[in-house]
Structures are given as C-alpha cells and as structure tokens.
C-alpha cells in the first residue's frame, strides 16, 4: 500500500482542527473496489457508518459519519450521529504495521450482510494519550464494507495483536522538523 | 443475573440461538463450548472489558492533537524507511 504522505502537513499548534468533510470529487464508483481507506474515503460522498452493533462501550452509537481533515490525514474522525462531542480517531492500520493481517471470518461477514466479504477495509481506533504519545488498537478492528457502508468491531480472540500497539518509537533521536 | 446448575454434559439454550454447553470441569476450571451464529460474538468477559474501556477513554474530544500526530507519524515512516529501529 502506498504511503500517501506527500501531501504537506503543518504543524499547526493552535489552528482550528476541528475536522471539517473534505468536498470530495466522486470519480464513479471505485467505492465497491476501493482497496484503501485512503482511496475509498476520496471516491465516497456522505461517508456514514452504519454499524451492524454499536462497540463495546458506545452503546447506541450506531450511525458514525466519517471525517477526512487534510492537515490529520491519513488519521480520519468518526463522529458519533446521535452525539457529535463523540468523536473516534481511527487509521488504517497496514499504514502502520504493514504485516497486520487478522482473520477475520467470511462467514462473520456474510451474517453481518456484508454484500462481498472478500472486499473490506480495517480501520483502528487511536487512543491519544496525554503526553502525545498515541496507541491504536489492533485486537478489536473495525471491519467497513464499503461497498454497503456497513461496519462491526471485530474482537480478535485470537492472535497476539496488542490493544495498546504504539503509533510511533518512544525515541526515534529524529528531528521532527527534517 | 439468572443462576441456573448444570451438570458436565449439560447445556443452556440462550434467545432460541445461542447454546452453552459445559464440556468438562476440572477443579475450579470449567470448559465451556459454545454454539451459535457467527455473527454472534463470544469472547472472554475481561477482554471485552478491556475494548469497551479502551472505546470509551478513545471516544473523547480529539482536537488539538491531530496535526502532531499526523507530523510524527510522517517522522516516524521516514525513520523505517531509512532504516531507522521501530
């Protein structure tokens, strides 16, 4: 998967990040075929999630509208219909770890009606954490079918995949101004 | 909660779909197997816990750190590229 970090992005210590949807320019439909979030998120008009059974935790959030700000990218927002102070923080996590490839069911798919199982996108949710430093979940993915916007939390019971999987090196010794 | 005994070999029947069966119980352990839809999910209560509590610290406001988190993520790609440790 291409890294699409060549947009610019400013620190802006102090700016509006109040994510706002990006206009997007539909280009047909890639959105059954999109094979990134990234790529999906910029074929797609009115990106709402419709949950199959809200996450543990947010019971009754089932309807999530999906933000794309362009200075948080490849971060998205998912932000809660029915409470809009509810916001998540997500990110395709093969941005990140290139090698996570959790199993998760067909049948579990098929059941949640995903129209082609085969075809999904994993989104992690992102834990920022107070000193800046952020984890995102890899036990518990959502799962998105783009193709019919529907969406689950899958909890892997199974695999060694962390819940609190660090974003970045605790001390990489780099000039984060380079 | 509904507290019912069950014998080795014996099962419960949960909304017509789900059944729970205890499959063998040695000292304070007890092997429980479980039939029901694959959309059903089934996991062990302390994990679930764990996703609804790292689901509800995650579902605050998020403004503010999004920018920096983005920039060090960029930093932190460019450092694995060149080879830098993870």
Redesign the interface.
């Known amino acids: 998967m291409s890294d699409t970090m060549s947009d610019s992005m400013e620190t802006s210590a102090g700016a509006a990040t109040k994510p706002t949807p990006e206009s997007v320019e539909g280009v047909g439909s890639t959105t059954a075929r999109a094979s990134s979030v990234s790529e999906w998120v910029d074929s797609e008009k009115n990106t709402v999630l419709r949950f199959t059974r809200s996450m543990p935790g947010l019971d009754g959030h089932t309807a999530w509208q999906v933000l794309a700000a362009e200075d948080a990218r490849p971060f998205l927002f998912l932000q809660s219909q029915s409470q809009s102070s509810l916001t998540l923080l997500v990110i395709e996590p093969r941005l990140v770890v290139e090698n996570y490839s959790p199993v998760i069911a067909r049948e579990v798919l098929s059941e949640f009606g995903f129209d082609d199982a085969a075809h999904h996108l994993l989104l992690s949710i992102v834990t920022v954490g107070s000193n800046g430093r952020s984890t995102m979940n890899l036990k518990a993915p959502i799962v998105v079918c783009p193709s019919s916007m529907k969406a689950v939390q899958v909890i892997l019971e199974s695999g060694d995949w962390p819940i609190h999987y660090p974003l970045y090196p605790d001390d990489t010794g780099e000039d984060p101004n380079e | 909660m509904l507290v019912l005994s069950r014998k080795v070999g014996e099962s419960l029947v949960i909304d017509d779909k789900v059944q729970v069966k205890i499959v063998n119980v040695r000292g304070n352990q007890v092997r429980v197997g479980v039939e029901a ?3 059903v ?4 209560e302390e ?2 816990r ?30 694995s590229k060149r080879g ?3």
Do not use: E, H, M, W
Request: glycine share 8%.
């Open positions: 839809p694959g959309s999910s089934i996991v062990r994990l679930f764990a996703i609804a509590s790292a689901n509800r610290k995650a579902a605050r406001r998020n403004d503010g750190a999004i920018s920096a988190l983005a920039s060090s993520l960029r930093v932190s790609q460019d450092a830098g440790t993870r």
